[in-house]
Antibody, heavy 116, light 107 residues
Framework: EVQLVESGGGLVQPGGSLRLSCAASGFTFSNSWMSWVRQAPGKGLEWVAYIKQDGSEKYYVDSVKGRFTISRDNAKNSLYLQMNSLGAEDTALYYC?????????WGQGTLVTVSS | EIVMTQSPATLSVSPGERATLSCGASQSVSSNLAWYQQKPGRAPRLLIYGASTRATGIPARFSGSGSGTEFTLTISSLQSEDFAVYYCQQYNNWPRTFGQGTKVEIK
């Protein structure tokens, strides 16, 4: 079964950091572009970042540039999102998704709450 | 950044009726347009890509059309499981951008 499972979310204070992980299974992870998409509570979807198969290309939405870093470990079939200098505007459910154009597989999401 | 605008915000439809959802782009995205369905508490589900190609396992009652800046998602005969929020998304440019969503509710 093709599956993505996110972890690492939680409550963090403003200015803090979190590292999200996404474990992939059921497909050849190293052949896939991968993305992080987030959804603030009760709001729409925002594409945060995506990364090429070998990690050589990475793209970020302007609102997270310089604060978030997407990475991957193909040997571990895992995708990561390092999030620094977090603010209230980063509070959201973060989805890991397969693909860099129109993701066809999504995880269930991990909730990040930034609050003091 | 390409702004995607969906209309209407909410669509009230009776089961068995046809639903037509619209999506507009602030500049041409060619046919690089996808549609997703999202139910409460669930991840988005890819329905359509390339403006008109159904994703794997998507029923034929879902169809997409359009190119350039104007797109349509049509659900030919609404089933109970189709009541959800629908998002369009362009992948012509970075950043990829989504519309704000259309909620299809039971009339």
């Amino acid at each position: 079964e093709v599956q993505l499972v996110e972890s690492g979310g939680g409550l963090v204070q403003p200015g803090g950091s979190l590292r999200l992980s996404c474990a992939a299974s059921g497909f050849t992870f190293s052949n896939s572009w991968m993305s992080w998409v987030r959804q603030a509570p009760g709001k729409g979807l925002e594409w945060v970042a995506y990364i090429k198969q070998d990690g050589s290309e990475k793209y970020y939405v302007d609102s997270v540039k310089g604060r978030f870093t997407i990475s991957r470990d193909n040997a571990k079939n895992s995708l990561y999102l390092q999030m620094n200098s977090l603010g209230a505007e980063d509070t959201a459910l973060y989805y890991c998704a397969r693909g860099g154009w129109y993701p066809d597989v999504w995880g269930q999401g991990t909730l990040v709450t930034v609050s003091s | 950044e390409i702004v995607m605008t969906q209309s209407p915000a909410t669509l009230s439809v009776s089961p068995g009726e046809r639903a037509t959802l619209s999506c507009g782009a602030s500049q041409s995205v060619s046919s690089n347009l996808a549609w997703y369905q999202q139910k409460p508490g669930r991840a988005p589900r890819l329905l359509i890509y390339g403006a008109s190609t159904r994703a794997t396992g998507i029923p034929a009652r879902f169809s997409g059309s359009g190119s350039g800046t104007e797109f349509t998602l049509t659900i030919s005969s609404l089933q109970s499981e189709d009541f959800a929020v629908y998002y369009c998304q362009q992948y012509n440019n970075w950043p990829r951008t989504f519309g704000q969503g259309t909620k299809v509710e039971i009339k």
